[in-house]
C-alpha cells in the first residue's frame, strides 16, 4: 500500500500557546492542507495572523489578517497558498496550497498574537514526486535495452529483471540528470546477449513514495521485428543513396575539373603573340620553382623535371635564364642581390634591358616574394622604387605571387603590395624537387596564373598603342 493514495494531506496541530515543529510530506501535484487552530476567544479584533514560507532562511509573508482583513490583498495573485478568512473567527486560520510543486518546499510558520501571549507553529514541508511511467526500447544493432523515466523525485532506482525473475540489475549502468524543474530524470541501459525467448522488465522505483512502475518487453534471439526490419533496410537503403550520390559528384567534380584545366592549357597553347613573363625577385624566394610549376602545370602529360635550375646556385644575379612554356611564351627569372638594397644597387643594368626588349615582346612582370619572410623599412622602400621603375617601362605596376603560401604572413603581405598598385596578388604553394605530386587545384592555380600574365600583356599593350584620329 501507497504511503499517499490521496491527494489531499491534511494536519492538524491545535496551538494552545508557544510553538510545534512538524515534518509534513507532499506529493508533487496533490493538495496540502495545513491547519493552524487556536482559541478563538483569546484572540481580539485587532490583533494579527500571519504565515510566513521560509526557504535558506529567506523568509516571505504570504498570508496576513487583522480583525479578518486580508492585509496582503495586492498580492493575492502571486502568492501560494490560502487562508479563509471567514473560519479566522472560529480560531482556524488553515493553510490550504493546491497543486503543490517543488518551489512550494521549505519552513512554514503560522502564528496568531492571543490575550495570553504569542502562538507559532512551525511547519517543515517536503516534496516528493512520482517519475513518470518508464519507457522500454530496444536497440536495433546490438542486444541492448533502454528504460527512462522522467519527473521524479528523489532519483529513483532503476531494477532489470528476466522472465524467470532473474536479477539483470548488475549487467546495467544507470544515470540520473536534474532537469529545470528540480526533477530527475533516469536512463537506465541493460546489455543481454538473449539465448532463448524471454522477458525482460525494467522498474522504475521511489523508495519514499513506496511506487513502483514497471514494464516489460518480450525478446526473442535473432529475431527482429517487422518494424526493426523495415528501418534498418530503410537506413541501409538511405546510406547506399547517399554514398552514390556522393560517388556520382566526385566523377561529375573530377571530369569538370579535367575539362577545366583542358581549356585553361589550351587558351595557353593558342596565344600567337610573343610573350615573356619576366619574374623578378631574390634567391631562395621561389623564382626557378614557380618557373617549374608553371611548366609542370601546363605539360600535363609530362613527369616533372627542374626546367628553372632550382636549388642551383647562379654565376650572378643579373643572368636570366629564359625557360620556353609554348612556341610564343616564356618565363625569365631575374634574380636580384640578396642584400635588403636588391634594386637600387642594380637598376640601371635591368632597366636598359628592358626598355630595349620591350619593343620586340610583350612583357608582363611579376614580383616573387617568400611568404617566410616578412620586409624590412629597407625593402619596402626598395620594392617601392622596383615597382614605379617597372611602370616606367610597361605603363603598369607589375603583378606580385606569393611563395610558400602557408608557411608564412599572407595575410600581412597581400594588403601591401596591393598598396603599391599591384592589380594581382598571386598566392601558391610551389611543386618542388621534393615534391611533386600533381594535384588539380594546383595546376589550376598556375595555369590561371598564366593566362593573367597573358591578359595583363594585351592590357598593357593596348594601353601604350597612341590614338590616332
Not at 518551489?103 to 501571549?117: K, M, N, P, Q, V
Amino acid at each position: 500500500m501507497k504511503l499517499f493514495s490521496i491527494g489531499l494531506i491534511l494536519l492538524v496541530i491545535q496551538c494552545t500557546g508557544g510553538s510545534l515543529v512538524k515534518k509534513i510530506t507532499g506529493v508533487r501535484g496533490s493538495d496540502v492542507w495545513i491547519e493552524c487552530m487556536f482559541d478563538a476567544a483569546k484572540m481580539s479584533q485587532d490583533k494579527p495572523v500571519w504565515w510566513l514560507h521560509c526557504e535558506n532562511s529567506d523568509c516571505t509573508k504570504i498570508q496576513h489578517f487583522i480583525g479578518g482583513v486580508d492585509q496582503l490583498q495586492d498580492r493575492a495573485a502571486s502568492r501560494r497558498g490560502r487562508v479563509y478568512p471567514d473560519k479566522l473567527r472560529e480560531g482556524n486560520a488553515s493553510l490550504f496550497i493546491e497543486n503543490v510543486q517543488m518551489s512550494d518546499e521549505g519552513h512554514y510558520e503560522c502564528s496568531a498574537i492571543l490575550t495570553d501571549g504569542p502562538c507559532t507553529t512551525i511547519y517543515v514541508l517536503t516534496v516528493l514526486a512520482s517519475s513518470e511511467p518508464p519507457q522500454l526500447t530496444e536497440a536495433l544493432d546490438t542486444r541492448s535495452f533502454t528504460c527512462s523515466s522522467r519527473n521524479g523525485f528523489p532519483p529513483a532506482l532503476v531494477t532489470w529483471t528476466g522472465g524467470s525473475g532473474m536479477n539483470y540489475t548488475p549487467d546495467s549502468v544507470t544515470q540520473h540528470t536534474l532537469n529545470p524543474e528540480g526533477l530527475y530524470d533516469v536512463v537506465s541501459k541493460l546489455t543481454r546477449n538473449v539465448t532463448e525467448e524471454e522477458t525482460i522488465c525494467c522498474t522504475v522505483w521511489n523508495q519514499p513514495l513506496q511506487e513502483h512502475k514497471t514494464n516489460c518487453m518480450r525478446v526473442t534471439p535473432g529475431q527482429e521485428t517487422d518494424d526493426q526490419h523495415i528501418i534498418m533496410m530503410a537506413t541501409l537503403i538511405s546510406v547506399a543513396l547517399f554514398i552514390l550520390a556522393c560517388v556520382g559528384f566526385m566523377i561529375y567534380r573530377y571530369f569538370k575539373g579535367r575539362q577545366n584545366l583542358a581549356t585553361k592549357r589550351e587558351r595557353i597553347s593558342n596565344c600567337s603573340d610573343d610573350t615573356a613573363i619576366i619574374l623578378i625577385g631574390k634567391p631562395k624566394h621561389g623564382v626557378p620553382s614557380l618557373i617549374n610549376s608553371c611548366v609542370f602545370a601546363y605539360k600535363a602529360e609530362e613527369p616533372f623535371a627542374n626546367w628553372a635550375g632550382a636549388d642551383k646556385d647562379p654565376p650572378h644575379y643579373a643572368q636570366p635564364e629564359e625557360v620556353p612554356l609554348t612556341e610564343h611564351i616564356t618565363i625569365t627569372r631575374a634574380l636580384l642581390q640578396p642584400e635588403d638594397r636588391f634594386w637600387t644597387s642594380e637598376r640601371e643594368a635591368y632597366l636598359d634591358k628592358w626598355r630595349r626588349e620591350e619593343q620586340s615582346h610583350r612583357r608582363p612582370f611579376v614580383f616573387v616574394h617568400s611568404c617566410t619572410e616578412m620586409l624590412t623599412t629597407v625593402a619596402k622602400d626598395e620594392i617601392k622604387e622596383l615597382f614605379e621603375d617597372i611602370k616606367s617601362v610597361t605603363g603598369s605596376y607589375p603583378f606580385t605571387g606569393l611563395t610558400k603560401k602557408n608557411q608564412g604572413h599572407a595575410e600581412e603581405l597581400v594588403p601591401f603590395f596591393h598598396s603599391l598598385g599591384s592589380k594581382r596578388v598571386f598566392s601558391f604553394d610551389n611543386y618542388t624537387i621534393q615534391e611533386h605530386k600533381r594535384r588539380a587545384k594546383r595546376d589550376e592555380e598556375f595555369l590561371d596564373f598564366v593566362n593573367a600574365c597573358i591578359d595583363e600583356a594585351v592590357d598593357t599593350e593596348l594601353e601604350m598603342v597612341p590614338l590616332t584620329r
